[in-house]
């Protein structure tokens, strides 16, 4: 097993059951950090953050533009931003195209972090209605990186699931407790 040293997960519709199902399974104590878009509408202000943070009672919040990423942090992208991981490793929010009609898209996320982290990242995307990702977990694999889908036929919302498998073959697909299991694996191993 690869030796990782940050976690990119993505998902829309369903997505944010998606995510607690996953976190749940981590350990509180878990150091890698996991940093996350989910498809928001431009138009509100997003209490994933909040509503992570009381359901884990882990450390969340919402990336900050020129942050630095730090060990044990979840960080999740905020409405109407682009997230993406910088080759120093922070964070960078951008106000470029949206890509596949969103804005924060998991395709600039998982690309940006295959580029800064290579073989020391894994990428998982979950439950959502359009490709966005599909490409992005692709370039990780690509990188060396470990790629996680969420098993389609256990989706809330298949199509993004799908279109991943569609596109490459990941190295794992499971359920969400599954991947929850595997994450929380990761950081005992070494290469």
Known sequence: MK????????????????LLSVMGCLPRDFAIPL???????DDHDSQLAEVLARRLRRAVREARDKESIEPGMIYVAGPGYHLSVERD???SLSQEERVHFS?????????????????????VLLTGANEDGAAGLARISQSGGLSIVQDPAQAQVSAMPAAALALHRPDHVLPLNGIGHLLAKL????C
């Open 3 to 18: 030796r990782i040293e940050a976690i990119v997960m993505g998902a829309s519709a369903g997505g944010v059951s998606a």
């Open 35 to 41: 940093i996350c878009v989910l498809h928001l509408p």
């Open 89 to 91: 490793r922070s964070l």
């Open 103 to 123: 804005r924060p898209a998991i395709d600039i996320l998982f690309e940006s972090a295959a580029d800064a982290y290579g073989p020391a990242l894994a990428g």
């Open 187 to 190: 950081e005992s191993h070494e």
